[in-house]
């Protein structure tokens, strides 16, 4: 396990005799405990040839990340392209992977990211305090919406939303009547989520298609409830787990000063090295589950 403020020693080249400089011993996650176990009951894979075998099997679908929710309630709805498999995963994913590349992420939304910041920045100075949390899921949310097309309602409304349905919906145990109306809870928030932020970037993009998600798959000819299930996904998988790294980066670069001091000292290269091995140490997702012939 890496240590992080040994990061830049260990990147330098090193003497053959040299000790080793990464105390092994240490564990520097804040995350560990959240860590220790699945949530799923299901045998663990952990060696890089077992792992690749596993992500490379045709036959291997995605369970976890509420798959068998989605599939069980998702009706006449497309499967959402993060529990597609095979040709159909790799057929939508190049239709939108134009929207995320690096190059593009930097020239379209980098003013937006930079403003975003600024403004956020400007209100802790003005409160004196703020949530990191609640900062970090309006950051994420900001940029992701622009990105996806949803941008025809209130970001601060929209962050909320998916705050609560992240929060609480879908949760197990306590019994029959306990799932019943966690899922009760669940579709109502997805109502609203629908008709609060789905629904008018549908109409506005119908009106006026632009570059981003909801555009490609209207041009797809998806409905708006195909619809509504991608922007879920794209909710939990980009807005959420961006607002969890931002979260983490921040508490490991908060609460230690030698980090923080050789941050804010490297170039951008220097920087993403160790936001790189914070997200190495912090994974958004620290465990995939796949679902093949006799289990899971």
């Known amino acids: 396990m890496y240590h992080i403020s040994e990061l830049v020693m260990s990147a330098q080249p090193q003497p053959a005799s040299a000790r080793c400089p990464i105390d092994h011993a240490r564990d520097d996650r804040k995350s560990a405990s959240a860590a220790q176990g699945g949530l799923l009951a299901a045998p663990e894979v952990t060696s890089f040839d077992a ?17 068998e929710v989605i599939l069980r309630y998702r009706g006449r709805a ?29 020239t379209r939304y980098r003013e937006l990211m930079e403003r975003t910041s600024d403004t ?12 990191l949390d609640r900062l970090s899921l309006e950051m994420a949310v900001t940029v992701a919406a622009e990105i996806v097309g949803l ?4 970001i601060a409304g929209m962050s909320r939303r998916l705050d609560a349905f992240f929060s609480t919906a879908f949760q197990t145990g306590g019994g029959k009547f306990a799932e019943i109306m966690s899922f009760l809870l669940g579709q109502w928030r997805m109502r609203r ?3 609060k932020d789905v629904k008018p970037a549908i109409a506005a993009r119908r009106a006026s298609p632009r570059e981003d998600v909801i555009s490609h798959l209207l041009s797809e000819g998806y409905t708006p409830l195909d619809i509504l299930t991608e922007c879920f996904t794209y909710g939990a998988a980009g807005m959420v787990t961006t607002r969890e790294f931002i979260t983490m980066a921040g508490w490991h670069l908060l609460e230690r000063p030698e980090l923080r001091a050789q ?16 997200l190495r140490l912090e994974p958004v997702v620290g ?3 796949r679902h093949v012939e006799g289990g899971t």
């Open 51 to 67: 792992v690749r075998a596993v992500l490379r099997d045709t036959d291997a679908r995605q369970a976890g990340f509420k798959a």
């Open 78 to 106: 497309r499967p959402p392209i993060l529990y597609l498999h095979g040709e159909a995963h790799r057929r939508q994913r190049s239709g939108t992977a134009r929207f995320f590349t690096p190059r593009v992420v930097e």
């Open 120 to 131: 956020l920045l400007a209100r802790l100075v003005r409160d004196g305090s703020a949530d």
């Open 151 to 154: 941008t025809e309602s209130d």
């Open 193 to 195: 989520f629908y008709a």
């Open 263 to 278: 941050f804010l000292a490297a170039d951008a290269d220097g920087q993403i090295v160790i936001l790189e091995e914070i």
């Open 287 to 289: 465990t995939l589950y």
